[in-house]
């Protein structure tokens, strides 16, 4: 394997064996290195951990309640501006996408709803205000009371305020 005089020929392979032999060297010494050091390393650990644990703990707290309001006023700001469409549609997608997640869903919500009752003696729905468990209702009306049976005179005065 030699070369020309413009390319210098390539240095021989390195030993496998030698080379094995640095890494396994290489690798002791990194672990002794590392036992040696970590008594210092732990102390140091838990003085930091100690010193910050509880404002980190505390930031966490706020920033994820800062989160959850954000999300539910904007949830709010949606629904008062685009009215239940916006829930139903959400329902529809959420079908569309998995029948089997949405009747399971439905599914875990009847359960979960029923649990409560049985667990506090009354219908989750009765601990909010009616407009607030659902949606606004319009009273019945009987759209198809008077057909047939009084063609030729109507009353109309049906819905009006006498």
Known sequence: MGGSPSIPSPPPPPDPAAVAQANAEAYKLNIATYLEKSPELAAMENKLRAQYMPQQRSLERQLSALDQQAATLASLQNER????????????????????????????????????????????????????????????????????????????TVGTTK
């Open 81 to 156: 501006q685009f009215g239940s469409q916006r829930t139903l549609e959400g329902l529809r997608r959420s079908y569309e996408q998995s029948p089997q997640a949405y009747a399971l869903n439905r599914g875990l919500g009847d359960q979960m709803t029923r649990q409560f009752g049985r667990l506090y003696g009354e219908s989750p729905y009765a601990s909010v205000e009616p407009d607030v468990a659902f949606a606004p209702r319009l009273a019945p009306t009987d759209i198809y009371g008077t057909i047939g049976s009084d063609i030729s005179n109507p009353d109309l």
